[in-house]
């Protein structure tokens, strides 16, 4: 027996679907899709007024296990992945020990397989213990399961490093997720300017993330190579990847809601729940970053989605940890500040969400809603309006800016390999 969800719009951006269809799924695959479907022996789910896309891809998180279980935990994370509709999510290696050896990789794959809920596909580090000193085995920890390199908030400082693992990561087909900052001036708890100086606390440069990321694009454009650049938050990088991306680089980048919808104001009201790194910018970062997501420079949206507890977070914007929480706010914060304003529509959120990070992390099958392809689905309603509260949070941290906030758009069913994930009650 087959699960079909009857009477809702599928929007695929391969086919450029925007359309009302039933969608029939059999085991884990989508095997038809079709208006009117007949129903015969299958379970029935009404979409009606709800709109079916691939499954949300989400490229950039942590989950803190292991090592950091009171933050969260594979299982807490990936009930919180599923509560927002992302049926696949990419842990980063800042947990202790690092997945800097296939043992700890393969641990990590192993309890995400246990706990069942979405494709949990950890990045490994670039380094070992992300120290910056000693590259990992490329090889050996591709075949053990890394979905990519990243020494994520650590970034590879020396040049000659960095240069030498994007060779390696490219020679193997996988590439480099770098998360730019350059140490020496970025030292601060929040953005630099007026609201840092009007709370007193030191405020970090732009620059911090603009220089690393101009190295890391000259030394892709310069050896021909692939390099992958981390939540990009300010004018200057959009210009820059924009650039390189019209010259021809094989750059691409990923942002967060965040960065599209709060600006640094955001810390007068909720503190350190709005700091995160990078940090939240300017106005005028904000809308390259809109820009950049509406022609194209941006590739991808994802959550860096990065649980802390209450006690750590209360610690005041110096001395607490940096990161949000945002698997269960991104589609309706994507929904709520870009579709509803008209900067994208909902092919472009698909895009964004789905497809892209889908090919950017060489996921067959997946990203798409297609005769054949793995039955991941994500199940929204475009115009569910409400008020996202604490009570509602299924993370197992809850430091989030999005308390209190209006938001549009609610994930109704999440799909994984044809097996129905979550369900709003």
């Not at 800042?94 to 596909?121: G, H, M, Q, W």
């Not at 709060?262 to 970053?289: C, Q, Y």
């Not at 472009?348 to 392809?373: F, H, I, Q, T, W």
């Amino acid at each position: 027996m087959g699960i079909l969800l009857k009477n809702g719009t599928v929007i695929d951006y391969v086919s450029n679907t925007e359309e009302k269809l039933d969608v029939l799924v059999e085991n884990d695959k989508i095997i038809k899709i079709d208006k009117d479907i007949e129903t015969t022996g299958n379970n029935v789910i009404d979409c009606s007024g709800l709109y079916i896309m691939p499954g949300m891809i989400d490229m950039h998180c942590h989950l803190r296990e292991p090592g950091g279980e009171h933050k969260e935990t594979i299982e807490t994370g990936s009930k919180s992945a599923v509560a927002g509709g992302f049926t696949t999510i990419c842990p980063m290696p800042n947990t202790k020990p690092t997945p800097d050896s296939a043992i700890v990789l393969s641990e990590i794959i192993k309890r995400a397989k246990e706990v069942n809920l979405c494709n949990v596909f950890p990045f490994s580090s670039v380094t070992k213990g992300e120290k910056g000193e000693e590259l990992v085995d490329f090889e050996e920890q591709l075949k053990a399961g890394a979905i990519g390199f990243s020494d994520d908030g650590m970034p590879v400082e020396k040049a000659n490093m960095i240069r030498e693992a994007m060779i390696r990561a490219n020679e193997i087909g996988s590439f480099i997720s770098e998360h730019c900052e350059e140490k020496s001036v970025a030292k601060g708890a929040i953005n630099a300017g007026k609201v840092a100086r009007e709370l007193g606390v030191e405020g970090v440069l732009p620059e911090a993330e603009e220089i690393m990321a101009a190295r890391d694009i000259v030394i892709a454009e310069t050896n021909h190579l692939h390099t992958h650049i981390c939540h990009i938050s300010t004018e200057t990088s959009v210009n820059m990847i924009r650039s390189a991306k019209e010259r021809g680089v094989n750059v691409t980048c990923e942002t967060c809601p965040h960065y599209f919808t709060f600006t640094v104001d955001e810390v007068l009201e909720s503190g350190a729940n709005a700091k995160m790194n990078p940090p939240l910018r300017e106005e005028k970062d904000k809308k390259a970053i809109i820009k950049g997501l509406k022609d194209g420079t941006i590739d991808a949206i994802i959550t860096d989605h990065a649980p802390h507890a209450e006690d750590e977070k209360a610690k005041g914007l110096s001395g607490a940890p940096n990161g949000i929480i945002g698997f269960e706010t991104a589609l309706s914060a994507t929904i709520t500040n870009l579709v509803k304003p008209g900067y994208i529509n909902y092919m472009d959120m698909v895009r964004l969400m789905s497809y892209s990070p889908a090919k950017l992390l060489n996921l067959e099958n997946r990203g798409e809603v297609r005769e054949g392809a793995i039955a991941d689905l994500t199940i929204f309603d475009p115009n569910k309006e409400y008020t996202y509260t604490k009570e509602m949070i299924v993370s197992k941290s809850k430091n989030t800016p999005w308390i209190g906030k209006k938001l549009t758009g609610m994930v109704e069913y999440t799909m994984v390999s044809g097996r129905l994930v979550f369900e709003r009650k």
